[in-house]
């Protein structure tokens, strides 16, 4: 990989309304807006080279990347390492009550059963940058979550995990050179190894 272009989603039926899907059974679409959304970032990035996409398990990303890539024959992968939360007691909750819960528990606490910590969760979003990182595709297109957005786009700048992130914003691309990917990474595995919180 020489260049990474990560996007989030469009706008989802549950993100509209700040409502919380770690659970990729669950069918959750784009809108009509999260599909113009899409429709737009295409257009702009019809002449940007694409070698591979890569998505999470979820249904709106997969839709997302649908769009972005109509009519053009690019291979596709799926990692895992790449999905939402597991939100535990949280699912199908609002956005606002897990990150009040997520501000004062630690990084190791689980949000209930079939939750998962944020601990766990840097882990598996290490692992999946270090997977894109070793392939041999130049360009890669990564459409995914805001979390592992957020949580590169802090550790490209030098920052650590917190306990609450910015949210990366909808259908908008953020590039990032191999260099700057391999350092979040790099960062991102030494906060798993020594957590700050």
Request: aromatic share 6%; no cysteine.
């Amino acid at each position: 990989m020489n260049r990474a272009l990560l996007v989030r989603h469009g706008e989802s039926e549950y993100s509209a309304r700040d409502t919380l899907n770690g659970d990729p059974a669950v069918p959750v679409s784009l809108t009509p807006l999260g599909r113009d959304q899409a429709g737009r970032l295409a257009a702009e990035l019809a002449a940007e080279p694409v070698d591979l996409a890569v998505t999470s398990e979820f249904p709106r990303v997969i839709e997302t990347a649908d769009l972005l890539l109509a009519g053009r024959d690019v291979r596709r992968i799926v990692l895992p390492d790449l999905n939402d939360p597991r939100y535990g007691d949280f699912e199908g909750g609002q956005l606002e009550d897990f990150r009040t819960w997520a501000s004062a528990a630690p990084s190791s606490a689980v949000p209930g059963d079939g939750g998962e910590s944020r601990r766990e969760i840097v882990e598996r979003y290490v692992r999946a940058f270090e997977t894109i990182l070793a392939r041999p595709e130049a360009s890669i297109l990564v459409v995914a979550h805001s979390l592992p957005i957020s949580y590169a786009l802090a550790a490209r700048e030098g920052a650590e995990p917190g306990a609450r992130m910015a949210l990366a914003e909808l259908a908008t691309p953020y590039p990032f050179t191999r260099e700057e990917l391999g350092r979040a990474a790099a960062l991102l595995g030494a906060w798993v190894a020594d957590p700050t919180w």
